[in-house]
């Protein structure tokens, strides 16, 4: 949820911010968006998941998801809530650009979900991993994949492709590390500190570590405006950043996520990975949180523009 206000300044009897409330939006975030920007690419994406109870987070989710003909696979919890990350923005007022003031979530502070509720979930992954080509696992660190959960995956997926997310309410505990097996991955530079904290270990050693412990696939490590390291097998290239206006930067890494692995699970060469990636997370950090999916129509156009420079 994005709620956008106007900053009037600094309270006047405490230190912090007062601002006048302008309008409010919910998008499909998570999971949900990476699906979203999958569906451009092909027609066959099932989202797997585990949501509250709630009926309007249920249609918010249904309605976005349904229009991109993603089909859902989706266990509700009585007794967790839908994840609601609600960020405070304010707009620079020459710019299109958005400042976050604040965020608040709701997520538990030990997400353990009713044992039928799990265990029926696990024995969709079960019968469903195999069926597909390519399984994207987004792991959030917010309770739903466990030891079991992962092995389930690792074992039976065709082709993994693997992203595990540090966020303020998990940092340090759910490293990519845990993971020993991922076809693909993606990471940023926080994460890739985390997995190996070593003080004098510089970026691409790092990376050449964890694509070791991975079994030494396709890997990206995504570095902001200074573009993606790729890696396969020991070789490690680099390809810059192609924007340089941001509106939010929110979901960008989820898009490069997306479509530079869903090109390697099309068998495209590591290069070419990387800058349609590389363009997936320029078009994702001009789009405000998720409220629109990064198209294949819009990757393809810009992959044009920037050859023909």
Known sequence: QYTYCNVQGLMSKDMGYSARFAYSEKYAGGSAAIARHLSTFSEHVTLMSILGNEEDKRALLEKEVLESKIKLWLLHSSRFPTIVKHRYLTRNEKREEYKKIFAINNIPDNMIYEEEVYTKFKQGLQENVKKYDVVFLCDFGHG?????????????AKYLILNCQTNSSNKGLNNITKYTKADAFSLDQQELKLAFPQ?????????????????????WLTRGPKGAFEICGNKISECPAFVLSVKDTVGAGDAFFAIAGIFAAAGAPMEIGTFMGNIGGALGANIVGNKEAVKKVNVLKYANTLLNV
């Open 199 to 219: 003080y004098v270990m510089n970026e691409k050693e790092g990376l050449k570590q964890l694509s070791n412990h991975l079994g030494g696939g396709y890997g």
């Open 144 to 156: 739903l994949i466990d030891q079991e959960t992962m092995d389930i995956i690792q074992e039976n």
